[in-house]
């Protein structure tokens, strides 16, 4: 037994299709004129039917570029719209960061001074 996988039996039945239908057109009871006619007929509907499918492909890659730009324009702006809003929030720690280092500054101050004070009052006691 042979080892056809099958492919050559699919080449060579479609090559019986061919030469079927070219014994098929050479008997025709047609006239060459009329078979040649017939052949160009054929061959301007099928040029015909191709220009419609390749319209149709434009048409759709052209849809769907449009939706890809679209769907992009969402997201760059989605992406703006979260950039500001870290950067708003960013911005209120920063400044309550600001506020509580100054706090601490003025308490630290405060502390320093009582202590000053402090000293200078010990300091300027007079023994008894």
Known sequence: MSDNNGSSG???FLAG???GALVGVLYAPK???ETRED???SALDAKERAAVLAQQGVEKANAYAEQGRQAAAEYV???KEYYEKGRTQWSQYVEKG???VQGQQEAVQA???AG???YVAKTSETPA
Request: proline fraction near 0%.
């Open 10 to 12: 699919l080449g060579w």
């Open 17 to 19: 299709l061919g030469l």
């Open 31 to 33: 006239s060459g004129k």
């Open 39 to 41: 052949i160009v007929a």
């Open 77 to 79: 702006d989605r992406g």
């Open 98 to 100: 600001k506020g509580l």
């Open 111 to 113: 502390a320093i001074d």
């Open 116 to 118: 000053k004070e402090a």
